[in-house]
């Protein structure tokens, strides 16, 4: 008695669940001329690292990109990139630096222009601080926090050296 109301209760449910599946019409909206956009794409992340090997900083809403990096002999490198962080953007009596803290301290790296080569008339893209003036806890690009920032004339753009950019990192963000 006990089998044939189970087998009873399990067929009125599968049934129920049946009838309940059957759509009565289409799900979602159908498209439209209205619907037509040029590019459902969506955008790319940013690349991890730069053309040089650094790290990406965005300065403004993507107006200028910064790679941050320090090379095999310990020079702070910063270079200024155009929107799509594949070309120098050289700035015009342009200066560049960063905020850290050294032993709890604030500590203020000035970088110095370092002009590529074509670059001229007090334009520049590219800027560095010697080795012997970058504090001796940084020993590569991962041991540098702070915030980076660009001063061109009046304007100054500034963000930190993470980014808000997870690229994978462990510990960090850039």
Do not use: Y
Not at 6 to 27: D, K, N, Q, R, T
Not at 102 to 117: F, G, I
């Amino acid at each position: 008695m006990f089998f044939s109301r189970f087998v009873l209760a399990l067929g009125v449910a599968a049934s129920l669940g049946l009838a309940g599946c059957a759509p009565s019409e289409p799900a979602g909206k159908p498209f439209t001329d209205k619907d037509d956009v040029n590019n459902t794409t969506p955008e790319a992340p940013h690349p991890e690292h730069g053309p040089n090997g650094g790290h990406i900083v965005e300065l403004g809403k993507e107006e200028f990109h910064a790679e941050v990096a320090i090379d095999k002999d310990r020079k702070l490198i910063v270079w200024l990139l155009d929107e799509s962080m594949k070309a120098a953007k050289p700035v015009e009596n342009g200066t560049v630096q960063i905020m850290t803290k050294v032993d709890a301290k604030d500590v203020t790296l000035d970088l110095v222009a370092a002009p590529l080569e074509g670059e001229k008339d007090g334009k520049c893209s590219r800027f560095e601080l010697a080795a012997d003036k970058l504090p001796g806890a940084v020993m590569d690009i991962e041991g540098l926090t702070g915030e980076l920032m660009l001063k061109v004339g009046d304007t100054k753009l500034q963000n930190s050296l993470t980014g808000g950019h997870d690229h994978g990192h462990e510990g960090h963000a850039h």
